[in-house]
């Protein structure tokens, strides 16, 4: 029996962000996001794993390594733009979460650069940057800051869930060292709410194909 751990409390403000476009990576996207709103961040990893493994190419380690970057790609355009726009759209955001958002957003960006060079480094063609619709997510700070904190959790998660998948240590090595600033923003995140940054030593488990019949409706082709 397939079990995932589940850490942080559902959001349904994920499910709400729309992702526009037909790629592999903006349908995955998609998935993790209505998979963490429903069940938690922890949860996007069986899922990633899962579509991933649909479109593995066992003959082309270098082919697999671009899928799995260009998915990191989008989740970081996604993280990117969503500091972006909440600099620009929450109202009265207090001096210290601006910083914090200021900080982060920045992370977001260096993020979106080292993994666009990874991929022509392999000699590979970038995702395109996908449009995004964060409005139910940015209409005051603390539902921004509940966002914030499962996207956060859930970028985790799918580093995790896809890091296995990399054939090349250069980049799991990369990847590796995005993952725990995304971790750093999460807990960061998290405290700015009054949570504690690492709740659960472990977590509860729940099925992977629950998990999986649920999202299908919530999946939106662009």
């Not at 991933?52 to 998915?71: C, R, T, Y």
């Not at 210290?96 to 958002?101: A, E, F, Q, R």
Request: aromatic share 6%; net charge negative; proline share 4%.
């Amino acid at each position: 029996m397939n079990h995932f751990i589940t850490t942080d409390e559902p959001s349904r403000e994920l499910a709400g962000i729309e992702v526009e476009g037909t790629t592999r990576s903006a349908f995955l996207l998609r998935t993790a996001l209505v998979t963490g709103g429903i069940y938690g961040a922890s949860a996007v990893s069986p899922a990633v794993r899962n579509a991933f493994a649909q479109s593995k190419d066992p003959e082309s380690n270098q082919d697999q390594d671009i899928i799995v970057l260009n998915f990191a790609l989008v989740l970081e355009y996604l993280e990117a733009t969503f500091y972006e726009r909440a600099l620009k759209q929450v109202s009265g955001l207090s001096s210290d979460t601006k910083k914090l958002v200021e900080q982060i957003q920045e992370d977001e960006e260096a993020h979106v650069k080292a993994l666009t060079a990874a991929v022509e480094q392999l000699g590979g063609d970038k995702a395109a940057r996908p449009k995004f619709n964060f409005d139910s997510a940015l209409t005051d700070e603390k539902t921004f800051l509940k966002t914030a904190n499962t996207l956060e959790d859930t970028g985790v998660s799918a580093y995790n869930g896809a890091a296995p998948m990399i054939k090349t240590k250069k980049i799991l090595g990369a990847a590796g060292s995005i993952v725990q600033v995304e971790a750093r923003h999460a807990a960061l995140v998290r405290l700015e709410r009054d949570k504690p940054p690492a709740p659960q030593a472990f977590d509860v488990a729940s099925k992977q194909a629950d998990v999986l019949v649920a999202v299908k409706p919530f999946i939106v082709q662009g």
